[in-house]
């Protein structure tokens, strides 16, 4: 059973990190918004500025569908500090109505997203998978999945 508090505050998290393999093993990584609804975490293609549309993270989970998520919290009291880990299989959604959701819920989220709604495709990870940290907190255990 998952954590409420930990699917809360992965949640509520403006920011992660979306890791991916190349064709040759090697890790890439990406800053990523995303939506996180009920077990499954959504991310899209948005109009920020990219050198090509052909990005090597959609090339990635198409080729090798396993991808990591990490979101975490910092601040200066380190007793607040947080990490989560969640992985799982990614599916590339090009159009269609899980990839109208997806475009609600991040909207729904971030602001900047009504205005200017992302135009790729979608990445939707189906976490099997949650690892967790708390600084002074119980979250060193595997979570739900």
């Known amino acids: 059973m998952l954590d409420p508090d930990l699917s809360r505050r992965v949640a509520e998290a403006r920011v992660a990190r979306l890791a991916t393999t190349d064709p040759d093993g090697r890790p890439h990584l990406v800053p990523i918004c995303f939506a996180l609804v009920g077990e499954v975490l959504y991310s899209a293609v948005d109009q920020k500025p990219k050198r090509s549309r052909d990005l090597r993270r959609l090339r990635n989970l198409r080729e090798r569908p396993w991808a ?74 595997p979570q739900g999945g």
């Open 68 to 141: 990591t998520v990490l979101v975490d919290h910092y601040e200066e009291d380190w007793s607040r500090l947080w990490w989560a880990r969640l992985r799982g299989r990614a599916l590339v959604l090009e159009d269609g109505p899980r990839a109208d959701r997806a475009l609600a819920a991040l909207a729904e989220k971030y602001p900047q997203y009504r205005r200017e709604p992302p135009a790729g495709p979608v990445i939707a990870l189906e976490v099997a998978e949650w690892r967790s940290w708390r600084a002074g907190g119980p979250d060193d255990a």
